[in-house]
């Protein structure tokens, strides 16, 4: 059974910093690429933060760009997103989502049940 | 950026109606569309796939169509558990993009 579960959301202030982590297993996690999508209270979805299987390519959102890192550890299982100037409008539940093949850019077939952040000022 | 518009935002509707919402591409995208389900407090759900095709284990009462820049899904006739809030995705570009949601609720 595949599960993906994410931690690491907390209450920060504005300009904080935060690392999201998303353990996958019952799949062969280095063989699909995976994203971020988040959720802000009450609002619709954003796509966030794909990354391709090694790592290499990744892609964001222009309003993260700069600003957040996504990364994966293949041997961990792990899909991480480095969070960073943290603003106000950031505030939202965070999803992992796999993608359902190496392809980076594809629609997403499994999805964790979300982290909270909340930035506040 | 792609912006998918989806219509209505909002429907009401009954057990055992048809609903068709409509999600509109400000370019094409061919078939890179993809369709979910979220219920409150749930992670999405994905109902089709390159516009057309029924993710494994969705009912066949759900139904997609369309290329280009218009498409729909369809709920043939409406249960219970399908009243949420349903969403379009478009994969044909960087930034992926989602529609702003349509919200389906019992009349």
């Known amino acids: 059974e595949v599960q993906l579960l994410e931690s690491g959301g907390d209450l920060l202030q504005t300009g904080g910093s935060l690392r999201l982590s998303c353990a996958a297993s019952?799949?062969?996690?280095?063989?699909?690429?995976m994203s971020w999508v988040r959720q802000a209270p009450g609002k619709g979805l954003e796509w966030v933060s794909t990354?391709?299987?090694?790592?290499?390519?990744?892609y964001y959102a222009d309003s993260v760009k700069g600003r957040f890192t996504i990364s994966r550890d293949n041997s961990k299982d792990t899909l991480y997103l480095q969070m960073s100037s943290l603003r106000a409008e950031d505030t939202a539940v965070y999803y992992c989502?796999?993608?359902?093949?190496?392809?980076?850019?594809?629609?997403?077939?499994?999805w964790g049940q979300g982290t909270l952040v909340t930035v506040s000022s | 950026d792609i912006q998918l518009t989806q219509s209505p935002s909002f429907v009401s509707a009954s057990v055992g109606d048809r609903v068709t919402i409509t999600c509109r591409a400000s370019q094409g995208i061919s078939s890179y569309l993809a369709w979910y389900q979220q219920k409150p407090g749930k992670a999405p759900k994905v109902l089709i796939y390159?516009?057309?095709t029924l993710q494994s284990g969705v009912p066949s009462r759900f139904s997609g169509s369309g290329s280009g820049t218009e498409f729909t899904l369809t709920i043939s006739s409406l249960q219970p558990e399908d009243f949420a809030t349903y969403y379009c995705?478009?994969?044909?570009?960087?930034?992926?993009?989602f529609g702003q949601g349509t919200r389906l609720e019992i009349k």
């Open positions: 990354v391709g299987v090694r790592g290499g390519d990744t």
């Open positions: 390159a516009a057309s």
């Open positions: 989502a796999k993608g359902v093949r190496a392809t980076a850019r594809d629609y997403f077939d499994y």
């Open positions: 019952g799949f062969t996690f280095s063989s699909y690429a």
């Open positions: 995705q478009q994969l044909n570009n960087y930034p992926l993009t």
